[in-house]
């Protein structure tokens, strides 16, 4: 069975740091990819950051760009986000998304429940 199982979400000030945790089961690493979405109350989801589990390649919105930092430990077959200058806005319940071939292309596969992140000012 497949599951994603994110941790690390929390109350932070503007301009804190928090780190998710995104916790995968039930699939190997080799030819899949990552990546983290999130949403805010009355917004569109938003995808915004991915990891190829199979070249290291990663990719991000300009929204995050330069604030976020996606990575993986194959080992431990868990995939961070380090988010650090948070601001108000990133306040959203944040989810983690594997897709089943190398990039964050098209729809993913599976997802897990969330952890909320809220950024006070």
């Known amino acids: 069975e497949v599951q994603l199982v994110e941790s690390g979400g929390g109350l932070v000030q503007a301009g804190g740091s928090l780190r998710l945790s995104c916790a995968a089961s039930?699939?190997?690493?080799?030819?899949?990819?990552i990546g983290w979405f999130r949403q805010a109350p009355g917004k569109d989801q938003e995808g915004f950051a991915c990891?190829?589990?199979?070249?290291?390649?990663?990719q991000y919105e300009n929204s995050v760009k330069g604030r976020f930092t996606i990575s993986s430990d194959n080992a431990k077959n868990t995939v961070y986000l380090q988010m650090n200058g948070l601001k108000p806005e990133d306040t959203a319940v944040y989810y983690c998304?594997?897709?089943?071939?190398?990039?964050?292309?098209?729809?993913?596969?599976?997802w897990g429940r969330g952890t909320q992140v809220t950024v006070s000012s």
């Open positions: 039930g699939f190997t690493f080799d030819g899949t990819a």
């Open positions: 990891i190829s589990l199979s070249d290291g390649r990663t």
């Open positions: 998304a594997v897709w089943f071939h190398r990039y964050c292309d098209g729809t993913f596969n599976y």
